[in-house]
């Protein structure tokens, strides 16, 4: 199917394009058959979806990520209690 299109496109033929309907030949005119795709709107589209996947990636990486070094803080358990005032 390569080849056709390859050798459609050498001939001067620049919009044959791939026919998935077409069970015999694969290739046809798209522009014969009304198929009309803006390269604009494709380039977008596979531009923020690259963005979309990496951002997800990134969350994934900082969630998945250990917690860095340093000290620990040290246990309190009576942290949230008033001091006493009898035992100052």
Same mark, same amino acid.
């Given at each position: 199917?390569? %080849?056709?299109?390859?050798?459609?496109?050498?001939?001067? +033929?620049? $919009?044959? @394009?791939?026919?998935?309907? *077409?069970?015999?030949?694969?290739?046809? *005119?798209?522009? !014969? =058959?009304?198929?009309?795709?803006?390269?604009?709107? =494709?380039?977008?589209?596979?531009?923020? !979806? $690259?963005? !979309?996947?990496?951002?997800?990636?990134?969350?994934?990486?900082?969630?998945? %990520? +250990?917690? %860095?070094? @340093?000290? =620990?803080? =040290?246990?309190?358990?009576?942290?949230?209690?008033?001091? *006493?005032? !009898?035992?100052?």
């Amino acid at each position: 199917m390569v %080849s056709k299109l390859y050798a459609a496109h050498n001939a001067g +033929k620049a $919009t044959v @394009g791939v026919d998935v309907e *077409d069970e015999e030949n694969k290739i046809s *005119d798209a522009a !014969a =058959k009304g198929v009309l795709d803006s390269l604009l709107a =494709k380039h977008w589209a596979i531009r923020y !979806a $690259t963005e !979309a996947a990496v951002t997800v990636l990134r969350v994934d990486q900082i969630i998945m %990520s +250990k917690p %860095s070094g @340093g000290p =620990k803080p =040290k246990a309190n358990p009576n942290w949230d209690e008033d001091p *006493d005032p !009898a035992h100052q």
